[in-house]
């Protein structure tokens, strides 16, 4: 089981979160000259982003991306890439190279395969992630009841983008969404899963010990996913 960080307030929950990204960007622009970002979107990275935009990094040679996005374009209100542009790329990271996972294409499939070769140009690996997790135990969109889950928990296949069709979270229904897969997640050099609040503590808890075939968080903890959790008990 990780350990579990406690931070004692928001502040410094949210300054701890942007500091390890900060570090693990930056170990991987001095090992290979760039580095790439992927980002959960949901309410919880926010306060993140807003430290991390401002990082003393050499933006222009980091890419930016998400970890799984709303089959919307920018100008929904759903839309993660909007939320990412409106809260991360300001700033120093302004000047970072964004990689949408949303396109117009005929079928959600359709735009996962699109993402998932933008991705694997980019070099089909990441350095740092920022995961937020839903109260079903989510993470990406890697939905308990989704038919998709399997193939995005499978370890043995290759680092891919996924589509993943309307389904349900612990909120209630989603929508279409493309999504990263676990092995995008155990590739990388560094997962910051960021959590708020009580009730998802003892979720990430509870889920860390299930069933990897089934559990996103049992699987990256299966898996070896180099994976720092940080927790504060009021965002
Ligand atoms: O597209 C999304 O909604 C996110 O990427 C999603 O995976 C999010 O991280 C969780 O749903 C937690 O959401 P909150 O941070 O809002 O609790």
Same mark, same amino acid.
């Given at each position: /089981? ?17 500091? %390890? ?55 929904? &209100? ?5 939320? /990412?542009? %409106? ?12 990689? &949408? ?40 969109? /890697? ?27 612990? %909120? ?13 997640? /155990?590739?990388? %050099? ?35 996913? &180099? ?9």
């Amino acid at each position: /089981m990780p350990e579990v960080e406690t931070l004692p307030d928001a502040d410094s929950w949210a300054a701890a979160c942007a500091a %390890r990204l900060t570090e693990t960007l930056s170990a991987a622009l001095a090992e290979s000259g760039k580095a790439v970002f992927a980002g959960a979107g949901g309410s919880t990275p926010s306060p993140i982003y807003a430290r991390l935009s401002q990082a003393p990094l050499d933006w222009p040679r980091i890419v930016v991306t998400l970890v799984d996005e709303r089959y919307v374009p920018e100008s929904s &209100p759903e839309s993660n890439a909007a939320l /990412m542009k %409106r809260t991360l790329l300001n700033g120093p990271a302004a000047t970072s190279r964004f990689v &949408p996972l949303y396109s117009p294409q005929v079928t959600v499939d359709r735009a996962a395969a699109v993402a998932a070769h933008a991705l694997a140009t980019e070099g089909g690996h990441l350095d740092a992630v920022l995961l937020g997790m839903g109260e079903d135990g989510h993470i990406c969109s /890697m939905f308990p009841e989704s038919p998709t889950l399997k193939s995005l928990l499978s370890p043995k296949l290759n680092p891919t983008v996924l589509g993943v069709p309307t389904g349900r979270d612990g %909120r209630g229904p989603t929508l279409e969404r493309l999504s990263i897969n676990l092995p995008y997640l /155990m590739g990388a %050099r560094r997962v910051v899963l960021a959590l708020t609040g009580a009730a998802k503590r003892d979720v990430f808890e509870r889920e860390a010990a299930g069933d990897p075939n089934t559990q996103p968080i049992a699987a990256l903890v299966a898996n070896g996913v &180099p994976l720092d959790v940080l927790w504060t008990e009021k965002a």
